[in-house]
């Protein structure tokens, strides 16, 4: 069952009209928050974040989408990450069963479930293992196997490494030995990158390395649910043909991680399946926010009925 909890214990800000919740689920306490659309109800969306971030990754989003005016909204800590406290590892299966209980604990019976990275793959596993739960599904720039570049090849070869790093971190955990982490907002490093983006040049290439960085990205999570995070990312990515629910795959033109082109053979294969290429390395709501809002918002508008107040998104940078 889900309790209101004080507001503060949040790990990112609410926005208006947003209520704090926390679920109690075995091995972890999961706060999440909601939203109520502000006209006649469409739908539920439920917002998943990526690697060593949380649920501030879609406040910006959330403020400005056409998206509240039909549809109420969730979004949450993922188990393990920031104010989710886990007492035990966690992979996909866990955080997939996490989205289903916070469906459960609002009363939902179906959502539209949007994933970025990590909770690209999250979202995956959520259309495989609780697809009745499903209406549609939202991909950003998932790390499809099927269309990983050499790079990503090159990263993936590293999970024993991965594995063998994170069991040590654990053992260190369990003898006591923990850092102090520094509170994260992603809005605000957004705003930072952007300003880099735009400068270009040297500029640009610090921003690339930056959000690149695990040891950026160290300061916000803990080593061992990092490590494992990327080893989840890592597994390999259902048959499309298993899919049966409409998808929407977002991809990245600058094919960091994954081909565009072979991305589109994936999503081809889908029963039910859309893509758009937005112009971006691997970080569509940094990059190219109001791209990535506009393609959402048009998608699940046409899917899942609704209507925004105007044509418009005020969505973005």
Known sequence: MSTVYEKEKLAYRLLEGERALRLERPGASLHYSALACRGRRCGTVLFLHGVASNGSRWEEFIEGTALRESFDILRCDLRGHAA?????????????DDAAAILDAQGVEKAIVVGHSLGAQVTLNFCCRH???????V??????????????LKMRSRLPYLRAMESIFRCANALGLRRRLKPQDLRAMDEQARRKIAAGGKELEEFIRQYSSARADLQYIH????LHDLIEVGRKTPDPREI???VLVIGASAGTFTDPHAMKRWVDAL???EMVVVQCAHWPMTECPRDVAGAIERWIFKR?????ANESSAAGG
């Open 304 to 308: 899942f009925g609704g209507r925004p």
């Open 84 to 96: 989710s406290v886990c007492s035990r590892q966690a992979g996909l299966e866990d955080w997939s």
């Open 131 to 137: 697809a009745d739960r499903l209406c549609g599904a």
């Open 271 to 273: 029963k039910d399946g």
């Open 244 to 246: 049966s629910e409409p």
């Open 223 to 226: 080593s061992a649910v990092y």
């Open 139 to 152: 991909l950003l720039d998932p790390l499809i196997s099927e269309a990983l570049t050499e790079k990503a």
